[in-house]
């Protein structure tokens, strides 16, 4: 493999450092592929290094995943066994730092009944989700990649070289290079979108147009007075910035759950349980789904807006010029932590209840009570087209440009 020690080092320690900050006296959990066994000791050894006090790793192994969902049945594969709750409780004290590294093959659940994966999904996340809410805010964590093979080749079918490709491009997404310095280009960046998302909060919009040639004619209602955020959070218990999220291009807000009318059109195909959905549309109307249409995926797409209640309502809009790295790579990386960041996006299910001025205290029935939408899904999809038009509409009814050709107007 062609990248060097040098640079893995480099992109480790920014996992650690930049984006989970770990802090001195911290516990840290890893969750990571047991085919990354010498990445997960850079990692280890980095958040040792940054004072953490005791290291954990959740090892995953998809091809493991997938012979559970050939061979086991749904009903076994759904339950939570009692010291798995127990481990998701004592987080709930511990609060650790969560470092997730990404590697999955695209494809790892394909031919998998979509029935019996969302079945089996609905069924652990309904168990599991009070633990996640209850540390939600409360403890650092971040996302990263690390190219596998199989996703690599998913990515560029024909290359000889196809590792070394994705390597290229998620270096270059995440700003990690042999001279330059990433610490010092995160701070840039982070920069830059903290500056459009103070401008979109100062606009206070109540509401937001999309339009493009695709056939996307689209409104939604927002939260008033909730934020737009981006790229950075805090973790309201010990004050430490972290960046979820690496690479991160997106600034985001929760609109109001059941408030939007029109069509959203996708421009890339989605991947979700591992199974892809493409060419799709989704229309609304008085806030929830009401129909959508998908070249490929169908069933898929319509067992995930069927998920739950709130499954057919939107969580998430975010904001992301076609500029962004991700986008200029130029290929799709069937992996959403790349592919919602090429542009902009809305998602199904769950919002996020910390864009509410005092959201990070309130309980979920708290939230959904100010709008924010509540589900066991969340489910990103690129409405961003290269012609993507958005208005902000301001409370008295007047209109501002906000992107124009897909990129801020
Ligand atoms: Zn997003």
Sequence with gaps: MAISNALLQKYASLIVRTGANVQPGQTVQLTLSVELHDFAALIIEECYRSGARKVNVDWTFDRQARLNYLYAPQEVLAKVLPWEEAKMKQMTEDLPCRIYIAS?????????????????????????????????????WVIAAYPSEKWARKCFPDAPDAVDRLWDAVLRTVRVSEDGDPVEAWKAHTAFIEEKAAWLNAQGFSALHYKSKNGTDFTVDLIPGAKWEGAGAVNTVNGAFYIPNMPTEEIFTSPIAGKCEGTLVAVKPLSWNSQLIEDFSITFSNGRAVSCKAAKGQELLEKMIHMDDGAAMLGEVALVPKESPVNQCGFLFYETLFDENACCHCALGMGFKEVLPGGDDMTMEQAREKGINDSIIHVDFMVGADDLSIDGVRPDGSLVPVFRNGTWA
Excluded: C, F, W
Excluded at 106 to 118: R, V, Y
Excluded at 119 to 140: C, D, F, S, W
């Design 104 to 140: 999955e093959d695209p494809d790892a659940m394909n031919g998998i009944d979509p029935e019996k994966l969302s079945a089996v999904m609905r069924g652990r996340a309904t168990v599991l989700k009070p633990y996640r809410n209850a540390i939600e805010g409360k403890h650092q």
